[in-house]
T-cell receptor, first 114, second 116 residues
Framework: DGGITQSPKYLFRKEGQNVTLSCEQN?????MYWYRQDPGQGLRLIYY???????QKGDIAEGYSVSREKKESFPLTVTSAQKNPTAFYLC?????????????FGPGTRLTVL | GENVEQHPSTLSVQEGDSAVIKCTYS??????FPWYKQELGKRPQLIID?????GEKKDQRIAVTLNKTAKHFSLHITETQPEDSAVYFC???????????????FGSGTQLTVLP
């Protein structure tokens, strides 16, 4: 399970507050991703980054922001504009090498808005 | 964009029986199809994947089949064991020509329960 970590494991937030979720990888992977998982639903892509200092919106980017200042780090900020932020958030990374398709997931952060 | 549908949403089988989970995709340019297993409270982990130039792939008790013409792929688990109980997700990756190249679109998941 080593290589990609997320913190904290559990996070509680009051309505109207921004909160930042951490994702770090030591796999030297180029691409990193943030997904949101809700009960009974698949993983939905929030943001992704193919390379340092570049990132793209996924399918549900509204109310979220990211940065990619370092190759190993891809933090996600859940802003007060996100209408329903309570969910399980998963970070993933993938090598940029040809033929290396697998996305490796972190252990996840469960965010609860009180 | 890509749309992936997965069926069934829940599946119960007796230990030792086979389980089959099916997915369909919409983008004919998709070229990579992984399957992930997620145990309760844990991260998804890749169990098998297939590329579009292959029709079938096996790994011990697990196999995946792909029908590009019909745009569907399936996961087959034989001789199921209680430890196979988990949520299984299929996914499809768009091809290079797509605007969302190399991003995975996931199905909604199947909760598999293997009854002892």
């Amino acid at each position: 399970d080593g290589g990609i970590t997320q913190s904290p494991k559990y996070l509680f937030r009051k309505e109207g507050q921004n909160v930042t979720l951490s994702c770090e990888q030591n796999l030297n992977h180029d691409a990193m991703y943030w997904y949101r998982q809700d009960p009974g639903q698949g993983l939905r892509l929030i943001y992704y980054s193919q390379i340092v200092n570049d990132f793209q919106k996924g399918d549900i980017a509204e109310g979220y922001s990211v940065s990619r200042e370092k190759k190993e780090s891809f933090p996600l900020t859940v802003t007060s504009a996100q209408k329903n932020p309570t969910a399980f958030y998963l970070c993933a990374s993938r090598s940029g090498l040809a033929g290396k398709n697998e996305q490796f997931f972190g252990p996840g952060t469960r965010l609860t808005v009180l | 964009g890509e749309n992936v549908e997965q069926h069934p949403s829940t599946l119960s089988v007796q230990e030792g029986d086979s389980a089959v989970i099916k997915c369909t995709y919409s983008d004919s340019a998709s070229n990579y199809f992984p399957w992930y297993k997620q145990e309760l409270g844990k991260r998804p982990q890749l169990i098998i994947d297939i590329r579009s130039n292959v029709g079938e792939k096996k790994d011990q008790r697990i196999a995946v089949t792909l029908n590009k013409t019909a745009k569907h792929f399936s996961l087959h688990i034989t001789e199921t064991q209680p430890e196979d109980s988990a949520v299984y997700f299929c996914a499809a990756r768009a091809g290079i020509s797509s605007g969302s190249a190399r991003q995975l679109t996931f199905g909604s998941g199947t909760q598999l329960t293997v009854l002892p």
